[in-house]
């Protein structure tokens, strides 16, 4: 029954999507301060600019690449949050532990350089195209799915707005590679978790979440 009620909530998107209403969208405009926790090391190092090819992942909730799972040459996305919270809460929701040294985490934050438009998922959207505020919290490749359609057909948009399942209901923000050029080429905030400024921080975002901290 409650896989059949999670189906009613989140189905598969519909052959075509709405039309777009002014509502629907919702633009950040340049300046606007983003936070992402990346990892250096580990079996896939990032720079704090990449923006990730490999996908559909099992994790990536909004991953837009066609499965099964590969190294797409063109489709790559981004997961950001609006504050430091919503990014140590995404990052580490897996373990529910903010380690600080196992595949050499870094915190950016970085204000972006032209206004994104992106499809606001908090509002109306979802219920009005057939989906539910599931898709931010029920099955991954469901989400995956939707994901995959609104890039298809709304080719203006640049990624998605949703709320953290992980912090409280705090902005996050899916960036498909089409939102490439608002990334600025030198970040605001750059250091790794390890920095002795960021252990009291840390400390106290662990705190509020209810990780553990190492």
Not at 121 to 133: H, K, N, V, Y
């Amino acid at each position: 029954m409650q896989d059949d009620l999670e189906a009613t909530k989140l189905p598969l998107p519909p052959p075509e999507l709405p039309k777009l209403l002014l509502r629907d969208r919702k633009a950040f405009a340049a300046g606007t301060l983003c936070w992402r926790v990346y990892r250096t090391g580990g079996p896939h190092p990032m720079t704090w600019r990449d923006f990730r090819h490999h996908g559909p992942t099992a994790t990536g909730r909004f991953d837009h690449q066609e499965p099964p799972p590969h190294d797409d040459p063109v489709r790559a996305i981004s997961y950001v949050s609006l504050d430091i919270l919503g990014a140590l809460a995404e990052a580490f929701q897996a373990g529910r532990l903010v380690d600080r040294r196992r595949q050499a985490p870094w915190l950016v934050g970085f204000e972006l350089v032209e206004t994104l438009d992106l499809l606001d998922l908090t509002r109306l959207w979802p219920t009005r195209a057939g989906a539910s505020q599931a898709i931010a919290t029920g099955r991954r490749a469901t989400a995956q799915a939707w994901s995959r359609a609104i890039y298809r057909s709304y080719p203006s948009l640049a990624g998605l707005l949703y709320r953290s399942s992980m912090a409280g209901g705090s902005a996050n923000l899916a960036l498909y590679e089409r939102a490439l050029p608002a990334i600025p080429a030198r970040p605001t905030i750059h250091l790794p978790l390890t920095h002795p400024g960021l252990s009291l921080p840390l400390a106290r975002a662990a705190a509020r979440l209810g990780y553990g901290l190492r």
